[in-house]
Nanobody, 123 residues
């Protein structure tokens, strides 16, 4: 599986971005997908995850109510809508394909990772 995250950029606090994650293996549509982020000097942290059919979503407390994860299985795409961005959301965002049909909050639950996309929020 190859995953490619895109859509990052520079935005002012309070602004919005939409991140996209494209998977190249068709059968990956049966796996959960997660978004993680990593700021310089920090551990990679869970942001949001979605089950194989989109029926179940998970969010980190820090982004709940501001970020929304969704997926289009027919297109093998997963999206992360980022609203009301804060400077502390600045990080490289990664998407990852889960080892199972549902998403988990830990990196060990994922076996394929894409290259990240940089999100920078200015104050």
């Amino acid at each position: 599986v190859q995953l490619q995250a895109s859509g990052g950029g520079l935005v002012q606090a309070g602004g919005s971005l939409t991140l996209s994650c494209a998977a190249t293996r068709r059968t990956s549509s049966n796996d959960g997908v997660g978004w993680f982020r990593q700021a310089p000097g920090n551990e990679r942290e869970f942001v949001a995850g979605i089950s194989w059919n989109g029926g179940t979503s998970l969010y980190a407390d820090s982004v709940k109510g501001r970020f929304t994860i969704s997926r289009d299985r027919a297109k093998n795409m997963v999206y992360l809508q980022l609203n009301n961005l804060k400077p502390e959301d600045t990080a490289v965002y990664f998407c990852a394909s889960a080892r199972q049909s549902y998403a988990t909050r830990t990196t060990t639950g994922y076996n394929y990772w894409g290259q990240g996309t940089q999100v920078t929020v200015s104050s």
